[in-house]
């Protein structure tokens, strides 16, 4: 069975760091591309980040481009999300998916239960 | 506001036919990425309904299809039922191969 498993989230003071990680099991890790989705409370699903399968191609979008960085490990098959400079606004349930092929440009078809994070003084 | 526009919310009644639109333009679904769809019901990860346009994965009921024409995609879902209910989200993606979502739609069955 093809799971994904988010970590990491938790409570920090605004300008503070935190890392994420997501634990993948039942499928090929180093063949896909991955991603981080993002969900505030009560709102829409925003998409963060992805990563290629050799980590050969790495997008972000425009509201965590300098602060958040995504990486990987094909060894371990683990998905990383760096984030740096937190903001309130960066409150949400950050979701791990997996995607349907091995570039950045597919659908996600698994999903984690997702991580909370919180920012907040 | 999401780049891919969808009616913020529709509804129907058990067994009627409902669309939901995804609009967006000619820098992204209209350059000829596909449109994929989700489902999320109340309190639930996200689940992948439709890819590529119009394919359903594995398990997905038939009662559900996608299309797509120009800048615009669309979701049908018909036989309406009670746990169709929850918020659907379209994707594409646009020139500098960054995802996009659509701003969702809540689905309410009357």
């Known amino acids: 069975e093809v799971q994904v498993v988010e970590s990491g989230g938790g409570l920090v003071q605004p300008g503070r760091s935190l890392r994420l990680s997501c634990a993948a099991s039942g499928f090929t890790f180093g063949d896909y591309g991955m991603h981080w989705v993002r969900q505030a409370p009560g709102k829409g699903l925003e998409w963060v980040s992805g990563?290629?399968?050799?980590?050969?191609?790495?997008g972000y979008a425009d509201s965590v481009k300098g602060r958040f960085t995504i990486s990987r490990d094909n060894a371990k098959k683990s998905l990383y999300l760096q984030l740096n400079s937190l903001r309130p606004e960066d409150t949400a349930l950050y979701y791990c998916?997996?995607?349907?092929?091995?570039?950045?440009?597919?659908?996600?078809?698994?999903w984690g239960q997702g991580t909370l994070v919180t920012v907040s003084s | 506001q999401s780049v891919l526009t969808q009616p913020p919310s529709v509804s129907g009644a058990p067994g009627q036919r409902v669309t939901i639109s995804c609009t967006g333009s000619s820098s992204n679904i209209g350059a000829g990425y596909d449109v994929h769809w989700y489902q999320q019901l109340p309190g639930t990860a996200p689940k992948l309904l439709i890819d590529?346009?119009?394919n359903r994965p594995s398990g997905v009921p038939d009662r559900f299809s996608g299309s797509k024409s120009g800048t615009s995609a669309s979701l049908a879902i018909t036989g309406l039922q009670a746990d169709d209910e929850g918020d659907y989200y379209c994707?594409?993606?646009?020139?500098?191969?960054?995802?996009?979502f659509g701003g969702g739609t809540k689905l309410t069955v009357l």
């Open positions: 998916t997996k995607g349907g092929g091995a570039t950045t440009v597919t659908a996600f078809d698994n």
């Open positions: 590529g346009n119009n």
């Open positions: 990563i290629s399968w050799d980590s050969g191609t790495i």
């Open positions: 994707q594409s993606f646009d020139s500098t191969l960054s995802t996009l």
